[in-house]
């Protein structure tokens, strides 16, 4: 095996302590690694024919595909990954990326865009801002705030108020598009309309998922769908100016050994990456080479205190999905493999990624079946899976995040966009 591949093992993670804390908690716990766990109880049926909930959570549609916003277009499809911001006068905005190749229906798209199809229609990619009330949870507004780009995916908040919004697409120009493509763009929540697209190329042309901002050093860790992406870093030459450039690199062992096993801290270092813009799409072939570590589809990514988590939807040893927690410190960061599925009933295809105010992730899956049966699943701090919500249509959830206080869950069914808003007992576990 490769030095800069990793192995895939089953693993069933269980401790006195943790069963320990889940029985204080009154929950009642499967084997961690098995299917079955029952945390917040058994799911609902929803009557609505949206998404099963425990009893006590409920949710509020918010927004539709198709439905009137207030710029005079109308709602996008595939909507995908989602910040929540707070704002001046008790209001949250909510900035939604849409996951739109050439050649769909934008909702009519006005002002300036970052790129145009050879009719000149602005490529339907990009982002919709929705303005809440944080009270009432009533939408103000919604409107268009990103357009002209492709496959908008995840992305993420920054600490200074804004949403990174990340191309999950290296389409090169020339190719039906008239500018290469694979950027990451950034849109502050104080937009009121489009804003002027610009690349933030610095941060590397691939195909890019989602992205964290550590607070402390203003670093932009970074995901890459593919089968052999990599994890990237980004330090800004100005921390919070992602605009004035920066260095891009890439995550690596400091050791090469055997295959990593759930539960093993591994010392990493970072590999520094030239010619980031990468016309020929190989940045990372050419940090592989160089000894990054690669990963089966990194996917959802989100920025803890002094540690972030990130997802991998096909990595493991069935192939089902992991989840990954990299620890930052002076004295070097650690990876650790924080859990992996071995059985589609515990965990399948994870994506999109947040953690609750109970310190629990909840994890987007994103596979198609008949029936439909993607869920959102909890993984409690000692690694226990178990089933949140279930999506009733064939469709995948996305987008998850918490709004600033912690006390409702917004999410996206991605097609047709259905947005959403999920409240409930969240802080009342602490296993």
């Known amino acids: 095996m490769p030095p800069n591949t990793f192995g895939r093992r089953q693993f069933i993670v269980a401790t006195s302590a943790a069963f320990?804390?889940?029985?204080?908690?009154?929950?009642?716990?499967?084997?961690?690694?098995?299917?079955?766990?029952?945390?917040?109880?058994?799911?609902v049926p929803d009557a609505g024919g949206l998404l099963d909930l425990p009893k006590?959570?409920?949710?509020?549609?918010?927004?539709?595909?198709?439905?009137?916003?207030s710029d005079g277009g109308t709602v996008p499809d595939a909507a995908d990954g989602m910040g929540c911001i707070a704002l001046p006068g008790g209001k949250l905005a909510l900035i939604r990326n849409h996951e739109l190749k050439v050649g769909r229906d934008g909702g009519g798209i006005k002002g300036p865009a970052f790129d145009r199809a050879a009719d000149g229609t602005p490529l339907p990619g990009g982002t919709t801002t929705l303005i809440i009330d944080a009270a009432t949870l009533m939408v103000d507004r919604q409107f268009r705030s990103l357009s002209g780009t492709i496959r908008n995916c995840a992305g993420g908040t920054t600490p200074w108020g804004s949403w990174l919004t990340c191309e999950?697409?290296?389409?090169?120009?020339?190719?039906?598009?008239?500018?290469?493509?694979?950027?990451?763009?950034?849109?502050?929540?104080?937009?009121?309309?489009?804003?002027?697209?610009?690349?933030?190329?610095?941060?590397?042309?691939?195909n890019h998922e989602a992205a964290c901002v550590d607070p402390t050093s203003g670093a932009v860790f970074l995901t890459e769908d593919r089968e052999d992406g990599l994890l990237?870093?980004?330090?800004?030459?100005?921390?919070?100016?992602?605009?004035?450039?920066?260095?891009l690199e890439a995550l690596a062992l400091a050791e090469s050994g055997p295959a990593i096993l759930p539960g093993e801290w591994h010392k990493v270092h970072w590999i520094a990456l030239d010619n980031v813009e990468s016309p020929?799409?190989?940045?990372?072939?050419?940090?592989?080479?160089?000894?990054a570590f690669t990963f089966a589809r990194g996917e959802g990514i989100h920025m803890g205190t002094g540690e972030l988590f990130f997802a991998c939807t096909?990595?493991?040893?069935?192939?089902?999905?992991?989840?990954?927690?990299?620890?930052?410190?002076?004295?070097?960061?650690?990876?650790?493999?924080?859990?992996?599925?071995?059985?589609?009933?515990?965990?399948?295809?994870?994506?999109?990624?947040?953690?609750?105010?109970?310190?629990?992730?909840?994890?987007?899956?994103?596979?198609?079946?008949?029936?439909?049966?993607?869920?959102?699943?909890?993984?409690?701090?000692?690694?226990?899976?178990?089933?949140?919500?279930?999506?009733?249509?064939?469709?995948?959830?996305?987008?998850?995040c918490f709004s600033p206080d912690g006390k409702v869950l917004f999410l996206n069914l991605y097609s047709p966009t259905t947005t959403l808003a999920i409240t409930g007992p969240w802080a009342h576990l602490k296993g």
């Not at 029985?23 to 799911?43: D, E, F, N």
């Not at 020929?280 to 000894?291: E, N, P, S």
């Not at 399948?348 to 105010?357: A, E, H, I, K, Y």
């Open 280 to 291: 020929d799409d190989d940045l990372r072939k050419r940090g592989a080479a160089l000894g």
């Open 314 to 400: 096909s990595g493991g040893a069935a192939g089902l999905g992991q989840v990954w927690r990299l620890r930052l410190g002076a004295g070097g960061d650690l990876l650790e493999l924080f859990f992996e599925s071995t059985d589609p009933a515990q965990f399948n295809f994870g994506d999109n990624l947040t953690v609750s105010p109970n310190g629990h992730l909840i994890v987007c899956e994103d596979q198609y079946t008949d029936p439909p049966n993607n869920h959102l699943r909890g993984l409690t701090p000692a690694g226990l899976p178990y089933d949140f919500a279930r999506v009733r249509l064939n469709t995948e959830p996305a987008g998850a």
């Open 168 to 206: 999950e697409d290296t389409t090169g120009a020339g190719s039906k598009v008239g500018k290469d493509h694979g950027w990451v763009f950034e849109v502050p929540a104080s937009a009121t309309g489009p804003v002027d697209p610009e690349p933030l190329k610095a941060m590397g042309r691939f």
């Open 56 to 69: 006590g959570f409920s949710y509020r549609v918010l927004s539709r595909f198709g439905e009137a916003m």
């Open 20 to 43: 320990a804390a889940l029985a204080a908690s009154g929950c009642r716990a499967t084997v961690p690694g098995r299917p079955g766990a029952q945390i917040y109880g058994p799911l």
């Open 232 to 247: 990237y870093r980004f330090t800004p030459t100005a921390p919070g100016k992602l605009a004035k450039g920066g260095k």
